[in-house]
């Protein structure tokens, strides 16, 4: 395992040296003197002249990658236009809050989608299968921006149950110790604040987590049915286990490594930001981060919020890959 | 005890759902009323063409498929009339070899937990006792005890069905149905298997209902032989009868495709003419008549009784109680 794990990391090192290649000339290619959009239109051309000087930008380009790489491993990843601080500093809560609401999304998108695929695949062709994947096919194809308002307007607005907007009640604000709200109010043990907390984390959750759980029902169904079949479902019959045992122990396991595909790509794409739910529900999250640096032109935010979220992605990826591992022990033998 | 397992008109049926809104168009008759009985200690093989309905029917005495109807008696207990949770209990009596070892065993488990689980489903020992005796069960079927640690796919094929056999034998039952238990291995790899099988029964006074379409293994390892055709047995009759005088023209047609060492003989072979007929439709009367070389008009309207011709030699062919057709050996 341990080898396997170190080949896995190892590998890496390329794909993260590609993906700030790849970061770096994106910024590259988009039009624009950096030094204009920093010092604004009305510069002078000397001035401009001397921003290029020190921010050796008449270098050439393969310098240029080798400076910037070794600030991102230095942990700067520049500093904000819009805000003048440095982007390592800044981007901490917004993250923490991104975090916080995909955990709390795909919890919800794992356990009822593992759970309804397996009722399904269990239950086949019964109305409980026909039903559960109807939902799935509507949740699979609902817009999220759509549901998240329709949300709203039904359990916010119409029957006041939750609240619509932010993470914690504007009037008492959280203090924030590491920026995951649930932890923070849990250690300033305030828990009615943990429970407001948990109220503005359902809406957005469930508009959020709404697409992974249809994939993951759709996906676990598929994986089951095919596992439920299989020799060794019936060898675990043969020996008396516990149909609840066979279903959950046996051909559970054997079904994951798809479903485990679809809930790392999906976490993957929920931290990348949600940037329209993240809007309606006005959730100080990475992808409204982005999305204000993009109206503001704030480049070097733009580049390092990029490459922290591929970073993030990699990771996760990189998790899937040594459950897998956990899941299919032929897989480390390879 | 002679009848210790008795089997009366099991059927198995499988609806055939077709259309738009599921209708049942047609039944699949997998099992359609099989009679035997098997004695304590023995082995009754199970033979037939695939498709016939021998593995269908293995499953169905252990409830791993459901049957349609009929009685299974073991040791005078109805199997048919368990509940869910007396049936998970009498599992441990009963226990099942399948043919493909990969495949029955989760890949997902190490061969020790694999070993393991039954013994805890059960309740039998404790975590240390029940470690021990998945050792001893290992090396009584000729595997080294440090193997409990790997997973199946680190075997070889035979490796693979000693733990399929040591996984049935680990709760200690009375009754192992082997289906297709060697098919799947190599010739040299089967008797091994095989010797080891036999070895097991003396040892733990085991009752095998072995299901092979392997004339040859079957004629090695039986004491008894029964020989299904569509879902019916056709034929019942100790090894040694079977062999020498089979008298139901499938069953002799069965054994005159063995292949045989002795270049020299002069056998005449009987090629069957056709495919075996679906078991959605099966044919009329005899489900045989279509191939049936000896084929009468009686044949295709009524379905022949099982009868016992000779002592302890059991057979559902119109043949000779007409006196048609003197049977040919």
């Known amino acids: ?334 | 005890m002679s009848e210790w397992l008795e089997v009366n008109d099991l059927k198995t049926y499988y609806p055939v759902k077709k259309g738009l809104f599921g209708r049942t168009s047609e039944t699949i008759k997998a099992v359609d009323g099989v009679s035997f009985a098997v004695r304590k200690g023995e082995t009754f093989g199970l033979v037939g063409e695939s498709g016939c309905g021998k593995s269908t029917t293995g499953r169905s005495i252990l409830r791993l498929a459901e049957p349609t109807g009929g009685t299974v008696l073991f040791e005078g207990q109805d199997i048919m009339k368990l509940g869910k949770e007396e049936l998970r209990r009498q599992r441990r009596h009963m226990q099942m070899v399948f043919q493909d070892p990969l495949s029955s065993l989760n890949p997902r488990h190490t061969v020790g937990k694999l070993l393991e689980e039954p013994l805890i489903v059960h309740g039998l020992g404790n975590s240390s006792e029940r470690k021990r005796s998945v050792r001893e069960m290992l090396e009584i079927v000729g595997l080294p005890a440090g193997f409990a640690s790997r997973y199946p796919h680190q075997f070889s094929g035979g490796q693979r069905q000693r733990i399929g056999i040591a996984r049935a034998l680990i709760v200690r039952p009375k009754l192992i149905v082997a289906d297709e238990p060697v098919s799947a291995l190599d010739v040299s790899i089967q008797s091994q298997v095989i010797n080891l099988m036999q070895d097991l029964q003396r040892d733990f006074g085991l009752t095998y209902l072995f299901i092979s379409h392997d004339l040859g293994v079957v004629r090695h390892i039986s004491d008894r032989v029964g020989v299904m055709y569509l879902g019916r047995l056709v034929e019942v009759a100790d090894k040694q009868d079977l062999f020498s005088r089979p008298l139901h023209p499938y069953t002799q047609a069965l054994l005159s495709a063995i292949p045989n060492a002795n270049p020299d003989a002069k056998r005449e072979r009987i090629v069957l003419g056709g495919d075996l007929p679906s078991a959605a439709q099966a044919p009329s009367g005899c489900a045989f008549h279509t191939r049936c070389p000896y084929a009468m008009e009686l044949c295709s309207k009524v379905m022949p009784r099982m009868v016992e011709r000779e002592r302890g030699h059991v057979v559902a062919c119109h043949l000779d109680q007409t006196g048609n057709e003197a049977i040919r050996c």
């Open chain 1, 1 to 334: 395992m341990l080898a396997y794990t170190l080949r896995r990391v190892a590998m890496l090192v390329p794909v993260l040296l590609g993906m700030s290649i790849i970061v770096f000339m994106i910024i590259h290619a988009i039009p624009g003197d950096p030094a204009v959009i920093i010092l604004g239109q009305k510069a002078t051309p000397e001035a401009i002249a001397e921003l290029h000087a020190s921010l050796g930008l008449n270098d050439p380009w393969y310098v240029q990658y080798f400076s910037y790489l070794k600030n991102i491993a230095g942990g700067d990843l520049g500093t904000s236009i819009q805000t003048k601080t440095a982007i390592s500093k800044e981007i901490g809560p917004y993250l923490a809050a991104t975090f916080e609401l995909t955990v709390f999304s795909m919890l919800f998108a794992i356990f009822i989608g593992v759970n309804a695929g397996i009722l399904s695949a269990w239950r086949r062709n019964s109305w409980f299968d026909y039903t559960a994947m109807l939902i799935a096919l509507i949740g699979v194809s609902m817009p999220v921006f759509w549901l998240g308002l329709m949300e709203q307007w039904l359990f916010a607005q119409h029957l006041n149950w939750l609240p619509s907007i932010g993470r914690v009640n504007a009037r008492d604000p959280v203090e924030s110790i590491s920026g995951f709200y649930v932890l923070d109010t849990i250690l300033a043990r305030r828990f009615d604040q943990l429970e407001d907390v948990f109220k503005h984390l359902v809406l957005p959750g469930i508009a959020m987590g709404t697409v992974p759980m249809a994939i993951i029902a759709r996906i676990t169904r598929a994986g089951m049915s095919e596992a439920m079949a299989s020799e060794y479902i019936r060898t675990a019959r043969s020996k008396g286990v516990h149909e609840f045992m066979v279903v959950y122990k046996h051909a559970l396991k054997n079904a994951f490594i798809p479903i485990l595909t679809v809930i790392g790509l999906q976490t993957g794409m929920l931290l990348g930001g949600a940037v329209l739910t993240e809007t309606i529900f006005g959730w100080p999250g990475i992808g409204r981060y982005l999305y204000s640096a993009i109206s503001a032109r704030d480049y070097p935010v733009i580049q390092s919020g990029i490459l922290v979220i591929a970073v993030i992605f990699v990771c996760i990826n990189l998790v899937v890959d040594l459950l897998y591992a956990y899941f299919d022990p032929r897989i480390k033998h390879r």
